[in-house]
């Protein structure tokens, strides 16, 4: 990127800026701290080849960007991302956040105050072993989880806290994870051994008070590619209304959920399962399913282009 960026004080876009790697034109390229003055800037940004540079990054001061609604941060992987990523806070109206080749082992503190987040994705953050509460952003609908290292996903993930102290004796506390989620996709969690379920509620060890968790209400479209050392879905799962469901290449896991009793289901599509062939009644219902949208989809009218065969 040229030198002089700065001076485009009335920029109202800027979709991409790359960070200058060193070489021989390093005196000619501007730096991250050229953006401080650029707040008109709104829509799509891309930061690529983020390394280096903590001055300089939180010189940009991308918080004052208020215009700013997409923000793709492209890390080079460097040692110093956990503090780098820290100064690149956006601003809080955020809608659309994707984080990639960051190679910190924790993400960012400012992440969970982006209340108006609608889609994040985390593709090749490869030392990332913990996710934060993703459960608690509101307005989350899609997330995607690419290349982690995360073993497992439990109730820190969905951020469930339940404090008894502050319920009524006799009420029942409703606690919602992932309120607006509709679409999530995990692929190339290769590590990923355990998603847990919610089988009990808070407050069981006092018979006085109950918890009641709502989790992914409203997911739609699951997506699970490439985990080999997933053994179970979750228990929630089954009470979402699901209609497109793939699974792939999830080699540990030994029985398929009951699918059956999943009535919104559109478009399943299984492949390459799985340890143990225990099908059982659940298994033929959903073969049923699978047979009867194949019929579906072949009744529909085909756009062939002249002598193209329709398979």
Known sequence: MPKGIERLTCLRTLDCFIVCGGGENESKAANLRELKNLDHIGGSLEIRNLQGGIEDAAEAQLKNKKHLLRLELDFNHNHEDDNL??????????????????????????MMALTRLQELRLSDCRNLEVLPPLGRLPNLESLVLRFLQVRRLDVGFLGIEVENANINEGEIARVTAFPKLKTLAIH????????????????????????????????QQLEILNCPLLRALPDYVLAASLQELRLSDCGNLEVLPPLG???????????????????????????????LYLRFQLLQPLSLEPNQSPL
């Open 85 to 110: 990523i820290e100064v690149l806070q956006p601003p809080s109206d955020l809608e659309r956040l994707y984080i990639s080749g960051y190679r910190g082992i924790v993400l960012p503190n400012w």
């Open 188 to 219: 190339y969690l290769f590590e990923l051994e355990e998603w847990d379920g919610i089988e009990r509620r808070v407050g069981e060890e006092d018979a006085t008070t109950t918890s009641i968790f709502i989790i992914m209400p409203q997911l």
């Open 261 to 291: 009793r999943l009535p919104n289901l559109e478009s399943p599509n299984l492949s390459k399962r799985y340890g143990k062939e225990e099908k059982g009644e659940d298994w033929h219902k959903i073969s049923r399913r699978c047979d």
